[in-house]
């Protein structure tokens, strides 16, 4: 599996599709961290998405049949987390990857904080921010 970022022409918002969502990440209490997949220039891609929890529970609402199972128990945790970060993983049998599908999230690239001592520091991370979702609408 592949870096997304490491995929990117330029540092441009992009679009990508077909997303799963392996883990979610509470930060803190304000931020969470999704751990994604996507298939991209014909292969795998992994990335980080951060987002402020209106987003997360944007993207779990259009998370299919599991979306209200997922929404119940992000609220849980929330609810009876004591240290953070948080992880809830969904990379098993019994726990597999979400899919966002008919989903296109747009995307765009996040830098470090410090000023870069060279030139492979002012390279993006492998950290996204939500520019936009959209659904494929079919005929």
């Known amino acids: 599996m592949k870096r997304l970022v490491d995929a990117l022409v330029d540092d441009t ?3 990508v599709e077909q997303v799963q969502i392996t ?3 509470f930060d803190n209490t304000d931020d969470v961290t999704v751990w994604a997949t996507t298939f991209f220039d014909d292969d795998i891609h992994f990335f980080h998405l951060g987002l402020q929890f209106p987003s997360l529970d944007l993207l779990l609402r259009l998370a299919g049949p599991r979306a209200e199972a997922l929404q119940e128990q992000v609220a849980e945790s929330l609810a009876t987390v004591t ?3 948080c992880l809830l993983e969904y990379t098993t049998e019994d726990s597999p990857p979400v899919p966002l599908d008919g989903v ?3 995307l ?3 830098y470090p904080a410090d000023e870069p001592e060279d030139d492979e520091d002012s390279m993006p991370h492998n950290i996204f921010y939500l520019e936009g979702v959209f659904m494929r609408l079919e005929p």
Do not use: N, R
């Open 13 to 15: 918002d992009f679009f």
């Open 104 to 106: 296109a999230m747009k």
């Open 23 to 25: 883990a979610i990440v």
């Open 108 to 110: 765009s690239c996040t």
């Open 83 to 85: 240290e953070w970060p």
